[in-house]
């Protein structure tokens, strides 16, 4: 080899370094982008974990099953509201919410007080950017 020559072996060395900048750099573009990375996709999955990790520790139920009506209902939300930052703002705004949690005293002619379930957040629209906005802050 030619004096200043790079062998097969440094081209290698070179171009993984390279991935791994690119790597960095989509990563670092999804944090700050407020959105999932482009090489990750938010699924149902990842919100039942998210659910199960933070809420149901909590004191509300775990999800033991994501039946294919839940699945179906948190893929819908996840083509609306598809970053995973979004969604944790929605978790810890729940956390954060003593009427979602069910530690506000109940509402006139309920006996209990209302508790939120993972149902009821992918039910429809509306429910995930309500709590998102801080409508049930407090």
Known sequence: LAKGSLTPFDLRREEKEIEKEIEKEVEME???GGSASALE???PEDLVTGWNELIAGNG???ISKLTP???QKALARIKIYPELLWWQEVFNKILASRFLMGKAPPSP???KPFRITFG???ENNENPIKVYEGHYDG
């Open 109 to 111: 002619g309920r006996e």
């Open 30 to 32: 999804g944090v700050v």
């Open 120 to 122: 009821w957040l992918v």
């Open 69 to 71: 009506e839940r699945r």
């Open 60 to 62: 509300l139920p775990v």
């Open 41 to 43: 996709t938010l699924t």
